[in-house]
């Protein structure tokens, strides 16, 4: 699709979800997921579902056939609950401790096993792939969110759209150390820490969700009982 085939209130798709526009800006859409029990959740503004940006790159890949993704948007809830998914999820978290590659995990997309590696806890189980064993066709390390571009940037796409009133005074503070504290310092005083954590949460999934694909990582046949 192409920005000029949105319109305010349109429901569209992409592979991962069904969405309804909320707003066009002059090169980016926005919109919330429909993926709620309570349809009066989607009325606003403003919305208790998180809005997202779609810039040009993510708006070429959607579409108003509800045809074109129908098995993904209908089983985008069964893959999060899908057992490796999950255990990918958690290795997901575990890199994610500390500081970037403090903490490392490495899949076996045949086997979906992970391995763990962890500076601060002196955990290696990378040891456990001998160099004869080790390929690169199979395994692969689980990215860091910095890699998914789910660091600082999603915190500023979050105050865009729910705080930008207190754009600025983020601003200041992720340009001083221990930044992370201090802005949830300032969402628990605003009662946002809750929506934070959701559209963080909701968020990594689906960019999970495009990486497996991405790397040819089949969850879909290991989903919990």
């Known amino acids: 699709m192409k920005k000029i085939d949105f319109k305010i209130g349109q429901t569209f798709y992409t592979e991962t979800s069904k969405w309804r526009c909320t707003d066009i800006g002059s090169r980016v859409i926005i919109a919330i997921e429909l993926n709620q029990e309570n349809s009066q959740d989607y009325s606003g503004p403003p919305y208790s579902s998180a809005e997202y940006i779609f810039n040009e790159d993510k708006i070429e890949d959607c579409s108003l056939d509800p045809d074109e993704f129908t098995q993904d948007t209908e089983n985008i809830d069964e893959i999060i609950k899908s057992q490796l998914f999950d255990d990918i999820y958690n290795g997901f978290m575990f890199a994610n401790i500390g500081g970037c590659g403090e903490n490392s995990a490495i ?35 689980i990215p860091h969110k910095n890699e998914l571009d789910l660091g600082r940037n ?35 005083s605003k009662e946002m820490l809750p929506k934070w954590y959701d559209f963080e949460n909701r968020r990594e999934q689906l960019e999970l969700i495009e990486w497996c694909k991405e790397n040819e990582i089949d969850f879909k046949d290991s989903v919990q009982k």
Do not use: W
Not at 116 to 139: A, K, M, R, T, V
């Open 107 to 141: 899949l076996n997309k045949q086997t979906g096993k992970i391995y763990y590696c962890s500076d601060l806890s002196g955990i290696d189980e990378f040891d456990e792939i001998s160099e004869e064993d080790y390929d690169p066709n199979i395994h692969i390390e």
């Open 154 to 188: 999603l915190v500023f796409e979050f105050v865009e759209q729910f705080m930008p009133e207190e754009a600025d005074k983020v601003g200041q503070i992720f340009r001083k150390r221990g930044a992370y504290s201090r802005y949830k310092d300032l969402l628990d």
